[in-house]
């Protein structure tokens, strides 16, 4: 029994219209067809035709593999970003941990809390350089698509819906959150 080939090819996309599907080849191959029944003794158009046929060929070939490189380059792209969120993510509780241990800092450990703040800021400086940017929405309106409420509190003078506390910072890179901002709502 032979074997069979279940090799896929750029054709097998059912995306992409095979030959024999797409319109305007059919009219090149039924118009290729009536010349050759026009000409059959002459060689010189039966080679005309093939070098047509070839060149066509050579110019779908080249398409395919130009809509390929750029198909490649795109999905490149997108997983090198998906990697640098994967990282920066795991990077932000680091950072947060670095706030926190300098707003706990006591006068008597101003020497460490220099040392700390040294460490926060170079962190921060090398995720802007990434471009990942902080926000701190205290004071805009609750938005649950950048905001992630953790609770609601009545507050006299504020409007329901403000953020009246920022617990923690948020954070995104090229307009896409990479972690929401987690607040404190007025109700």
């Known amino acids: 029994m032979p074997e069979r080939d279940d090799t896929v090819t750029s ?3 059912a995306a992409e219209p095979a030959g024999e ?32 046929e070839y060149l066509d060929l050579a110019r779908r070939a080249q ?37 926190r241990a300098l707003g706990s800092a006591g006068d008597a450990e101003k020497h460490l809390a220099e040392g700390v703040a040294l ?3 170079e962190l921060v400086a090398v995720l802007e350089r990434n471009g990942i940017e902080q926000f701190d929405p205290k004071g805009d309106a609750f938005d649950p698509t950048v905001h992630e409420a953790l609770s609601t509190r009545s507050e006299e003078g ?16 090229n307009g896409q959150v990479l972690r929401p901002a987690r607040v404190v709502v007025s109700g």
């Open 158 to 173: 504020a409007e329901p819906g403000v953020i009246l506390d920022v617990v923690e910072k948020g954070y995104r890179s």
């Open 11 to 13: 054709r097998d996309d």
């Open 119 to 121: 460490v926060h800021s």
């Open 21 to 52: 599907e797409d319109p305007a080849n059919e009219a090149a191959g039924v118009e290729a067809a009536e010349k050759a029944t026009e000409e059959p003794g002459d060689p010189l158009a039966v080679a005309r035709r093939e070098r047509d």
């Open 63 to 99: 398409a395919d593999f130009e809509n390929y490189r750029k198909r490649a380059a795109r999905e490149a792209a997108a997983a090198g970003e998906r990697a640098r969120g994967g990282l920066v993510r795991e990077l932000l509780p680091v950072v947060d941990n670095l706030e």
